[in-house]
């Protein structure tokens, strides 16, 4: 059974009708081009199937810590746009509003950042909680 | 959290100091004090890095989300017939 893909707004949903203006009118340079295909590639291939291997789909936990409130648990999920090759782009999706759909949240490059290389980053590494630090030590 | 471990150590020739055996961590951040401490923390890798507009822009979408507001359905057929046109 296929999932609905919505955009989030407003970033996703600007960008995705930009790149889809672009290739309908040709009006693309060339790496946005070519980003644009591998892009809407991945979106057809987790309708599909959000877990397809090429995609490599993970849950990316400080994402999910972020997007989580009190009351409501929201899953971060990153997928790559190249298999095997996270630098040529990935995007983030949660599952949801309604059964069966996906949102995409945000999108590695990001459209901005694709023009300057030297742009800010931050790094997505944490202390483990104390939870995780008891689990391992069971697993051992 | 308690104490676990206290040894002596002793850098090698090449800088190098020897972490217990049973440590489980692979990263960690390392912080030098300038009365000579040196502390290291532990780290989960969990991704490389990612940028602060995409986290920006993630954390308005995700907002949004939270309140009902997302951008209608893609027409993934369109797109995939877009990804597909060669030139």
């Known amino acids: 059974m296929q999932f609905k893909v919505v955009p ?3 970033g996703m949903k600007e960008e995705i009708e930009r790149l889809k203006a672009g290739l309908e009118r040709g009006s693309l340079d060339k790496n946005d081009q070519k980003f644009a295909k591998k892009l ?32 409501r648990s929201v899953k971060g999920f990153q997928s790559y746009l190249e298999n095997q090759t ?5 995007l983030f ?27 800010a980053r931050v790094e997505l590494s944490r202390m483990p909680t104390a939870k995780e630090l008891a689990e391992e030590e069971r697993a051992r | ?64 989300f939270n309140e009902g507001r997302v951008g209608d359905a893609l027409d993934i057929e369109a797109l995939e017939a877009l990804a597909d046109q060669s030139n």
């Open chain 1, 8 to 10: 989030g707004i407003p």
């Open chain 1, 40 to 71: 809407f590639k991945t979106i057809a291939n987790l309708a599909r199937d959000p877990f397809h291997p090429g995609l490599h789909s993970h849950e990316i936990e400080p994402l999910t810590q972020r997007f989580s409130s009190e009351n």
């Open chain 1, 86 to 90: 996270p630098s040529a782009g990935r």
């Open chain 1, 93 to 119: 999706w949660v599952y949801g509003r309604e059964r069966q759909m996906i949102t995409l949240v945000g999108l590695e490059p990001h459209p901005e950042d694709r023009k300057n290389s030297a742009y």
């Open chain 2, 1 to 64: 959290m308690s104490l676990v471990a206290e040894a002596d150590v002793k850098k090698d020739s090449r800088n190098r100091i020897t972490l217990p055996a049973d440590v489980k961590y692979e990263h960690f951040r390392m912080k030098r004090y300038d009365d000579g401490r040196i502390e290291l923390l532990p780290q989960l890798l969990v991704d490389a890095t990612i940028s602060r507009k995409s986290l920006r822009e993630m954390d308005e979408a995700i907002g949004n």
